[in-house]
């Protein structure tokens, strides 16, 4: 954990715990308030170059960021769901990214882990839904299962968290998902996150 009065530049990323060691680019976590969140990341995109600089492990990172000063502006080349981007971000230190509560008060969509049925072949998670909740709203029910939030495919529990880590209350999310064998969609708003368990 990097310390509130370290002074080095900080882009506003962390290691993601299932990065592939062997495939090109890093996945990353973002840190909200921070400079990448700014520049349009998402947890779970897939760095690939700083400033031109390939980066395919965590310490590639490390050593483009170990020469960069706050205040500098970093190009970075990314691919999220299959696609490849490039934004600039502007490198701050630690100590500058917010910490204000309201600004880290994230979206709750309203759904819980359904029964498994451990076929881990077919996609999408089962899930419940929390009475009264924007799910419920938008008319998800319980056992449906949800294929994708937005853009991006779920294939388990995980993918939603890290979605819904970087949403915030009153943002609009597209849900795909299956019911009986039929493929729909709908619209959820999100409510604010105050329940300890569940998205």
């Not at 769901?81 to 500058?96: D, I, P, V």
Request: glycine fraction near 8%; include cysteine.
């Amino acid at each position: 954990m990097v310390s509130c009065n370290d002074n080095r530049a900080f882009l506003g990323v962390e290691e993601d715990s299932d990065e592939d060691s062997d495939a090109p680019g890093i996945v990353v976590q973002i840190v909200r308030g921070a400079a990448a969140e700014k520049a349009g990341l998402r947890t779970n995109d897939l760095i690939q170059k700083l400033n031109g600089t390939d980066v395919n492990q965590w310490s590639d990172l490390t050593a483009v960021l170990k020469e960069a000063k706050p205040g500098d502006q970093m190009t970075i080349v990314y691919s999220r769901n299959g696609k490849t981007n490039t934004t600039n971000a502007q490198l701050t230190k630690r100590s500058e990214v917010k910490c204000d509560p309201e600004d880290c008060v994230r979206g709750f969509l309203g759904i819980s882990p359904g029964d498994d049925d451990d076929d881990d072949d077919t996609p999408g998670v089962k899930v419940d839904v929390v009475d009264g909740s924007s799910a419920e709203k938008a008319g998800l029910q319980d056992d449906d299962v949800l294929l994708a939030l937005n853009d991006v495919k779920i294939s388990d529990w995980e993918d939603i968290t890290d979605f819904m880590n970087d949403t915030k209350p009153g943002e609009t999310v597209q849900l795909s998902f299956e019911r009986n064998g039929q493929n729909q969609t709908a619209t959820a708003t999100l409510d604010k996150q105050n329940r300890p368990n569940g998205q």
